[in-house]
């Protein structure tokens, strides 16, 4: 390779979290769930569909435009993803300011949606180019800036609503995102080709194993290893999801908490989802990436089982925060196992597809939920079908560590000397 001057991989991790922690105010959406309502006159799950349609763009706009985002790289596809999350925020304050609910679900679900899906992959796929030694550290660095945002954005939301009104703070948010999200993405670009961090030499460090294959989207379509992630990935984010969404009340029954305390639990929670993402993803650097999924669902079947039969107040928390940390890491820690099966050809669009389960999950996950309390009223009877879920998971994981280990003996095979 050249000698040519690189910039710090590090700062552009930096760069990829100041991306990520833009889009992922989009977790605090239940702070504008209240002002909204009031001011369109209409139901709270009237205007929750906003925030499922985000959900829904994000994982539809991750999956038809990975390729593109591939193609023209992560500054021009970063700047992309400010320009459409930052009108769509800008448009939400139209929204309120005209009382227009439709053209609030536009902007916020469908214009902010598309920029959430290019934002969200457009830094994973750099990162694991430029850190090929810590690639789930890497990424989980990014990703936990998603999960973290709520934190930091939910309080400056309350802060604006109050002090300027709702529609003046989407005007100020909507700026303010674009601002970071394009700042971020003028200093992110890939390596240059055969790039290599200092000290790392493929293939002699033996806890870093040659990646599967280097293929495009399409023929990652074509393996069955795609679609084991793909069930793994949908069955992980439907039963969080579903258990996040009724954090609040299953906290108030089990543990007697008053609202206030339930509350406090759902902030703790967004700590939680964020702190499972670099750990668990840095982690599976070392413990594996199919080990690390074994663990998440090995432990879940037992987790769902027995949360709703916990008396013990210690017990119970400890549980709900780690399958917590759990979901969260299980979106860190993708864009790695995907680079491990996949190679870095076309991770972006790889990614992309694999995120359209999310979409349909944040759907489908909190739905089984409802249906099922409705129909047994019984807290142990629905946790205990998403133990279920979580069974299957499990199995799935297990065929795709036997893959794995059965295209790594053969790659092995093929690479003795005569």
Not at 318 to 337: C, I, Q
Request: charge should be positive.
């Amino acid at each position: 390779m050249k000698d040519i001057k690189l910039k710090n991989r590090w700062l552009i991790a930096v760069a990829a979290v100041g991306i990520h922690s833009s889009i992922g105010s989009v977790y605090a959406f239940s702070v504008i769930t209240n002002p909204a309502k009031d001011l369109f006159g209409v139901e709270e799950a009237d205007i929750k569909w906003a925030f499922k349609i985000a959900i829904l763009l994000l994982g539809l706009s991750a999956a038809l435009l990975g390729k593109w985002v591939e193609k023209v790289g992560p500054k021009v596809s970063g700047i992309t993803a400010g320009v459409f999350y930052g009108v769509g925020i800008l448009g939400s304050g139209l929204a309120v300011q005209l009382h227009s609910m439709p053209l609030f679900l536009l902007c916020y679900g469908f214009i902010g949606g598309i920029g959430l899906g290019i934002g969200y992959i457009t830094p994973v796929s750099t990162l694991v180019k430029w850190f090929p030694d810590k690639r789930g550290l890497a990424t989980g660095m990014a990703i936990m800036g998603f999960g973290f945002s709520a934190l930091l954005f939910g309080p400056l939301m309350q802060m604006l609503f109050d002090s300027v009104g709702v529609s003046n703070a989407f005007y100020f948010l909507g700026i303010l995102y674009m601002i970071l999200i394009i700042f971020s993405a003028s200093f992110m670009e890939k390596p240059p080709e055969g790039y290599l961090p200092k000290g790392y030499y493929p293939g002699e460090n033996k806890n870093i194993k040659p990646d599967l294959s280097n293929i495009d989207a399409n023929a990652a379509l074509k393996t069955t290893r795609f679609y084991y992630m793909w069930i793994m990935m949908f069955i992980n984010i439907s039963c969080g999801i579903a258990l996040i969404a009724a954090a609040s009340p299953l906290i108030q029954v089990k543990l007697n908490y008053t609202p206030m305390e339930a509350a406090t639990i759902v902030g703790l929670i967004g700590v939680f989802n964020g702190i499972g993402r670099i750990i668990w993803s840095g982690t599976s650097d070392y413990l594996g990436r199919p080990n690390t999924y074994i663990v998440f669902f090995a432990f879940q079947v037992i987790a769902f089982y027995f949360l709703p039969k916990l008396t013990s107040e210690f017990a119970f928390l400890f549980v709900l925060f780690t399958v917590v940390t759990m979901y969260g890491g299980g979106f860190a820690t993708l864009p790695a196992f995907l680079s491990d099966l996949f190679g870095t050809k076309q991770l972006g669009a790889v990614h992309g597809l694999i995120l359209s389960g999310w979409g349909l999950a944040g759907i489908v996950g909190p739905t089984i939920y409802d249906v099922m309390m409705k129909k047994t009223q019984s807290l142990d009877d629905t946790l205990v079908l998403f133990s279920s879920f979580f069974v299957v998971a499990l199995i799935v994981s297990l065929l795709m560590k036997r893959l794995i280990a059965k295209h790594h003996n053969k790659q092995a095979e093929i690479n003795l000397p005569l």
